[in-house]
């Protein structure tokens, strides 16, 4: 609208800069009349509002209603709003003219503004759907195996491109995964050494092998066969006969061959380590009710300071006490059950307390410690770390001064820093059963796996292999010494179990009554555990590939 062409002097000129659009002819003379004026009712949108249209509206559901000079008169002049009356006798003019006119006639700021607004009320109501992938991709660790690897793809949950780039490592750091996310989807997992977001023994990474695919796939990369998982399972079947009507186990009765000492604190915990170490719990696996039965009679014995072993005898109650500390807190870093939680950490709480100053642990709470024992309540305070209960990292670090008092070098007499041998107590002379325990403590205490001083004590262990012969048995060696190797790892596991793999599955009874149990017979200390104790022994032994992830592997990781 050019102001030169516009028959209305009085109206506001155009702004600076304002482009004209195409030149419109001038209307004529007698400019006619406005529709009727709008009445404004009550709760109705005042002049200018913005309202809906019908919805077959073109291009948007939106307009503007212009307002009815009536109402709004730029210039504020009287003579203008006169001269907008027409005669009555003038036809009145649609509501498409009328629009078309009023748009024609407004000032451009005031259409530009309506439109502008028109325009960001149409854009604020449509909703903005942000198109978010449905793809989560988890990459656990480095995966080299074959067809073992194959279940890692379970966890691409859809075919999406979200991850993928130049750098798909990249997109790995992103994912904050911890450990306790992945607590019951690891059993599923075929590759060896596993790497979470903590690797340390808090978020329960110690005990993910025993069930489900991981179990395969350590039992293989470990040297385990079928005869070694045979002999396991009916070794867990000769325990599962043999459990008695209160849910217990005894080290004397039913079987033959028992032992000259009862414990069944210690008896009950052993068997529940071993069905535990096949992946039962309490909740699930073939052995459930067995699990069960054994788990409630463990609890019914802990008193209120949460010793487990009242029920023990003599110098067997605080073995028999790390004994059942260790299937408490295993159960409960294998299932979470909040109801073991306080009972697992009372127990852990006293094996604490009874701790020497000196680091050790002994018969009597507070006693200086010897190797034997003390070994049981490392195990237990590790499995408790294992489980995510609480341990006071001092209290771990002290069992290295007592280790120290026992640490041997051969051709040195007494204590020695670079001792390859360990002995029962400051004043004895080492011991492969010993040297075995003390290694395996300063490794779940921190020493690492290729520490000089453990591959001289694994080589040394090597000298006594596992033997058929009733002269050369002794399972409590055999017990610390196949952990000890399995952690160490490398050629000296290997040479171990070549032997063993081998002679304890040809050791156990394989018929009669006593069949899928082991003979105590030989044994220096099967006449006290008897049967029961031989047996148990031998199957942890036989778990080995899968009981415990290997301490040389998630060092490396």
């Known amino acids: ?92 003019e649609g509501w498409d003219a009328w629009i078309s006119r009023s748009v024609r006639e407004a000032p451009s700021w005031l259409v530009s503004t309506m439109v502008h607004i028109a325009i960001i009320l149409m854009l604020a109501l449509i909703p903005l759907h942000r198109e978010v992938s449905k793809s989560l991709i988890l990459f656990l660790g480095n995966s080299e195996a074959g067809s073992e690897g194959d279940a890692l793809s379970s966890f691409n949950i859809a075919d999406s491109d979200m991850m993928q780039g130049e750098n798909e490592g990249d997109a790995v750091e992103d994912l904050a995964i911890t450990a306790s996310d992945l607590s019951n989807i690891t059993p599923e997992l075929t590759e060896i050494g596993i790497e979470l977001a903590a690797p340390d023994f808090s978020i329960k990474k110690g005990l993910t092998g025993r069930s489900g695919t991981m179990k395969g796939a350590l039992l293989k990369a470990y040297g385990g066969t079928q005869e070694t998982e045979q002999a396991v399972a009916t070794g867990l079947e000769w325990l599962a006969r043999n459990q008695l009507s209160d849910g217990s186990w005894s080290l004397v009765t039913p079987f033959s061959e028992g032992g000259t000492m009862e414990n069944r604190p210690a008896a009950t915990a052993m068997a529940l380590m071993a069905f535990m170490g096949a992946g039962n719990t309490h909740q699930t696996g073939p052995y459930q009710p067995n699990v069960l039965r054994g788990l409630n009679h463990l609890l019914r014995l802990q008193d209120d300071d949460g010793f487990l072993a009242a029920k023990a005898g003599g110098i067997q109650r605080t073995y028999a006490h790390a004994q059942g500390t260790i299937a408490l807190c295993e159960l409960f870093g294998m299932t979470s059950d909040p109801k073991l939680k306080e009972p697992a950490q009372r127990a852990v709480g006293w094996a604490l307390r009874a701790q020497h100053e000196g680091g050790g642990w002994r018969y009597s709470p507070g006693e200086l410690g010897d190797t034997s024992v003390t070994g049981w309540y490392v195990m237990a305070l590790i499995s408790a770390r294992m489980a995510g209960l609480d341990v006071p990292s001092d209290q771990l670090d002290r069992i290295h001064q007592f280790l120290d008092t026992v640490q041997r070098k051969q051709g040195v007499r007494g204590p020695s820093e670079d001792g390859d041998q360990y002995a029962y107590q400051a004043p004895s002379q080492p011991k492969l059963s010993m040297t075995a325990e003390g290694m395996l403590c300063r490794m779940y205490l921190g020493w690492k796996t290729d520490d000089y001083r453990i591959l001289q004590g694994a080589s040394r262990l090597l000298q006594q292999p596992i033997v058929t012969r009733i002269q050369g048995r002794d399972y409590y060696y055999w017990y610390y010494a196949t952990n000890a190797l399995h952690h160490a790892g490398g050629t000296h596991w290997r040479q171990w179990n070549d032997v063993m793999k081998e002679t304890l599955p040809e050791l156990q009874i394989k018929s009669g009554k006593e069949r899928g149990s082991w003979p105590a017979e030989g044994d220096p200390h099967g006449g006290p555990g008897g049967r029961l104790y031989a047996t148990v022994l031998s199957i942890l032994c036989l778990e080995a590939y899968y009981r415990h992830m290997p301490l040389s592997e998630m060092a490396a990781k």
Do not use: C, Y
């Not at 400019?31 to 404004?40: A, R």
């Open 1 to 92: 609208m050019s102001s030169t062409n516009d028959p209305n002097p009085s109206k506001v000129p155009a702004p600076p800069g304002w482009q004209a659009g195409p030149v419109v002819p001038p209307p004529p003379p007698v400019v006619p009349p406005p529709p009727p004026p709008l009445v404004h009712q009550p709760g109705a949108l005042s002049s200018g509002a913005i309202t809906k249209n019908a919805p077959h509206s073109p291009i948007n559901e939106f307009r503007v209603d212009r307002p009815s000079e009536t109402f709004f008169n730029p210039t504020g002049d009287p003579a203008a709003q006169e001269a907008q009356v027409e005669p009555e006798d003038q036809e009145p």
